[in-house]
């Protein structure tokens, strides 16, 4: 079939004739030359067919999925494209592509003979390749998903472009090309990208000023040449999309004002035309979001987690997003939507599914939540947040530029004394063993005495035992003196290592004069180097840590000390076949079955970490003032685990403003703030899991060479009102650094963070005190 157009170059295509045929003999050369270079057989011509744009099948959005492998969780990428009938498009792209790409293709027959042959006499001759084609070869070569400049290639391109000159007009074969060209952003075809970069469209019916104009379609038209950055080089060959760098921009000028001259000689501008002619500087800026669906939802956050995992993998090294975004792959992501569903529901305090205690709380209030599958380190649900473009304060991640995003840095209070716990059992210190525990002790060697700033250290409780507690009724009790004394004893670099071994790779540190605190990577130097950054109120939970490390800390304890690296990513793929899968390793904190029976013993006995399930489970909660306030918190904390799936959850506010109930108290602590939360998930999460509790008991610990007191069914011991004097105060000196809540990102090094959101107003030093 043969259509009229209106667009045509100075000469016009002439129809179907004689000598149409007698120009096919150059082609017929062609092609025997590349036949008889390539080895190949003739008959191409018969076999290749000629599929119009609707028939195409381009480049695919990748979709995200729950760890059923099933189960959408999120598209990726834009298969952006919307077919517009040639007859219906204004002149400007279509004048523009000639000038652009093809200024013979009004009086060309579909090939350029002299490039076949060059292609054809390199390929036999083994010199450079050759790549220049016309407009119906380069719709041959996406029509036929060529890729490469290959000998079959040029073969195939020459052979469908010449079908393509028999069967179809010029100017279907024109608006053929503008339907389905790459123009970068995901846009393919010239209406989705007049959408995608400036707002408007082609089709001559719409308003004059929605339409496409001259010198926007020759924007469009000079990306044709490179749609996208080069992966390899994406700063140093970025292509012609003038939005994404200054290098870019110039290309795009320099390609611009080449397409004006050809529309010149062309015909389709007078030379004054051309002279008032201007570049337009209205191109939208780059939307990394467009064409990906639900990341409003909170799981977006965990897309973010997934790209910055991918990232740092071979296949994606080094290579924009648009690799992973438009490539047609199939993420299997290790979030289980059973366990995914519980969190929501549980720590969205938004949502009437929240416990009563958190519920209608001050819009200020804010809760994350962690949880990490034992002994894999995936990470099996996550809430950072209400949805994936606003802050995350669960965790850090890179974005695209490498800057670092997140605010889930946080103090940790008295549920980092897991940790202490720990290294003091694999030292072979008995959780029987007493310790002095008065309400207020000093501690010279840490600089905390009756004449310093912060005064000596004081608990927070009171416990039955004092002033002489075994560290088990310490813990339960969350004395602040006795893991003071604990610290100064292990040393701050035990417990740092600990913690680093278990999961926490980062930890902020307040540096003197800088009003945010600095991310150190904790596995950047040996344990007794990184330690000299931090004071021994470490033992007590000064410095912040993330949830999801806090989180990935209590899976290692709950797989009997085998530690496994927090993960999002299971599986990438694509067209079956396998792209990357996830590295399962662990790597053994050294804690033997009675160390690690000594720790579920104990922290089985915390009142908060009990579930009412039949599941055996241990934990500890956490809370950190605000300022000098024996009475106000800011952060609070409870973490844990089961033998099947461990938890953190911290409740905070997004402000660093002290936690506040609607009714106007002050009293929000760990045990009735994060707790009810963290006691929800676990219970509704196990049930949904389906997994038999009886398979996940904790072990019985024998307490070498001690006398057990109390049996391993004996109830928790009663505490009693917290002392007046509250609890301690972290040093002023350099040596302690008093952390803030501000929340930061996270960087490749140790460089100043910068948030994603403004950071909240950075609160005065604070003080830990024991659970509720």
Known sequence: MRGTGETRGPADATAASPKRKRRRLPVILAVCVLLAGCGLVAGGYYFDSVPTPSDLKLPESTTVYYADGRTPMAKLGAQNRTIVPYDQMNDSAKQAIVAAEDRTFWTNR???FKGVLRAAWANVSGGQRQGASTLT????????????????????????????????????ILGFYLNTVPFGRGAYGIEAAAQTYFGKTVRRDAPPERQLTQAEAMVLCAMVKQPEADPADPEGTPGYDPRRNALARQNSIDRWNYIRDGMVKLGYLTSQQAADLAYPDTVRPIDKDAGRSDLDRPTGLVVNHVLAELRGTEPFRGKPDEVIRDGGYRIVTTID?????????????????????VRGQPRNWQAALVAVEPGTGRVLGYYGGDKGSGADYAGWYSDEDGQARGFGQHPPGSSFKVYDLAAAVRDGISVKERFDSPDTKEFPASGRTKGSAAGPIRNAERASCQPDCALWEATVASLNVTYFELTERL?????????????????????RGNPRPQRVDLRSDPADEVAKRFSTEVGIGQYGITVQDHANGMATFAAGGKRADAHFVR?????????????LRTTDLGLDREAIDQLDWTLRRVRAAKLDNGWDSAGKTGTWQAGQSTTQNVHTWMVGWTGALASAVWLGT???????????????????????????????????????????????????????????????????????????????????????????????????????????????????????
Not at 161 to 166: C, E, F, N, R
Not at 337 to 357: N, S
Not at 491 to 511: F, L, Y
Not at 701 to 719: V, Y
Request: aromatic share 6%; glycine share 8%.
């Open 110 to 112: 579909g090939i350029d």
């Open 137 to 172: 070869q380069q719709y041959a070569r996406i029509a036929a998903d060529l890729r490469g400049v290959t000998y079959s290639r040029k073969l195939r391109e020459a052979v469908i472009a010449w079908k393509l000159d028999d069967a179809y007009s010029k100017e279907e």
């Open 337 to 357: 939507k059973r366990v995914q569903d519980a969190a929501e529901a549980a720590a969205d305090i938004r949502r009437d599914t929240a416990p009563r205690a």
């Open 491 to 511: 040393g701050t670099d035990k417990v740092i290592e600990m913690a680093r071994q278990a999961g926490v790779e980062s930890m902020w540190e307040a540096v």
């Open 571 to 583: 599986s990438v793929s694509k067209d079956d076949e396998e792209v990357w899968t996830e590295q």
């Open 654 to 772: 997004t402000d660093g403003k002290p936690l506040r109930t609607s009714g106007g108290s002050y009293e929000v602590y760990g045990s009735t703030g994060a707790a009810p939360i963290w006691r929800q998930f676990m219970t509704k999460a196990t049930e949904a899991m389906k997994l038999d509790p009886g398979k996940y008991r904790f072990g019985e610990p024998k307490f070498p060479g001690d006398t057990p007191e109390p049996t391993a069914s004996a109830p928790p011991p009663a505490t009693a009102a917290p002392t007046p004097s509250g609890s301690p105060s972290p040093s002023p000196t350099p040596s302690s650094p008093s952390p803030s809540p501000e929340p930061t990102g996270r960087p490749t090094s140790r460089p100043t963070l910068t948030p994603s959101l403004p950071p909240p107003p950075t609160v005065a030093p604070t003080r830990t005190r024991g659970p509720r």
